[in-house]
């Protein structure tokens, strides 16, 4: 096993790059160059985070120990009990947004977990300032009416705007990578040739995107190559001048380039200023 120096995180024997954080392991490579067809290879100081990748499990998590969904449902259930009909359903949907937002918000935007809290607080406290008032009103039931349809029309306007928020916000996650094209070769128009995720060792990999994407906007991009059946380990990263406005295919990997590629399945990562832009698995047979 080979430990990063920078960071400490065990890698598995020979690995060149820690999976953690990038840093160079100082294993020696004989070849780490990629065929080029429109670019020059540059620096492999360091390897992209993808921290700004959405990771559901301890986030959710955190999300449900720190949401107004806990203040939302035990206001819901006793508005209910109390024959509150009109706003105890409003109430508890407001609370499943206020889950969603926070996890969206400390997850997806990174804000701070603490600032989290404290917005987590302040919605608590406007549900028992809610419910408090309600209860407090319940003999009037004209009052208590009037003001379950004022706050039903105020939740369904919050609906609608946290329901967009997140919706784009999911989106614009899950959809941050674009679907690498893998080919054999380049079409008369420029476009990939013999579209396959599979190849021999024999055959050159041309790598590029669909037309309908558009151009990279970007002058530099980084390419990561991991191994999908070593736990993604990083076999090798390299950072890639470009032509901004490419369309098509703007590399081959062509046997033998790269030594740690033999038969297996193996996974390629485009960045862009560490925001990661394409990725694609292609298998060696």
Not at 240 to 250: K, M
């Amino acid at each position: 096993m080979a430990y990063c120096p920078n960071c400490g995180t065990r890698n598995n024997a020979g690995a060149r790059f820690c999976t953690n954080c990038g840093n160079s392991l100082g294993v020696s490579s004989h070849n780490e160059q990629f065929e080029k067809v429109t670019h020059t290879p540059v620096s492999t100081d360091s390897q992209p985070r993808r921290d700004n990748l959405f990771k559901p499990g301890p986030i959710l998590f955190s999300g449900l120990l720190f949401s107004p969904l806990l203040p939302a449902i035990f206001t819901s259930i006793n508005l209910k009990r109390r024959g509150l009909t009109k706003v105890w359903g409003w109430t508890l949907l407001s609370g499943i947004i206020g889950l969603v937002a926070l996890i969206c918000a400390y997850g997806i935007f990174e804000i701070p977990f603490k600032v989290c809290i404290v917005v987590n607080f302040v919605i608590s406290y406007l549900f028992y300032s809610f419910e408090k008032r309600l209860i407090a009103n319940e003999k009037s039931n004209e009052n208590v009416l009037n003001k379950g349809e004022y706050y039903r029309k105020v939740s369904i306007a919050l609906t609608v705007v946290f329901t967009f928020f997140i919706s784009w916000s999911l989106y614009q996650t899950f959809n941050s990578a674009t679907e690498i094209v893998f080919g054999t070769g380049l079409n008369a128009d420029g476009s990939i040739a013999g579209e396959t995720h599979e190849f021999t060792l024999d055959q050159p990999i041309t790598i590029g995107f669909n037309k309908s994407v558009g151009s990279l906007k970007a002058s530099s991009v980084r390419i990561t190559l991991l191994d999908q059946e070593d736990n993604e380990n990083l076999i090798h990263s390299f950072d890639v001048e470009v032509d901004p406005t490419w369309e098509g295919a703007f590399l081959d990997l062509k046997p033998g380039c790269v030594d740690d590629i033999g038969f297996g399945k193996y996974i390629l990562r485009i960045f862009i200023q560490d925001k990661l832009v394409a990725e694609g698995n292609f298998q060696i047979e």
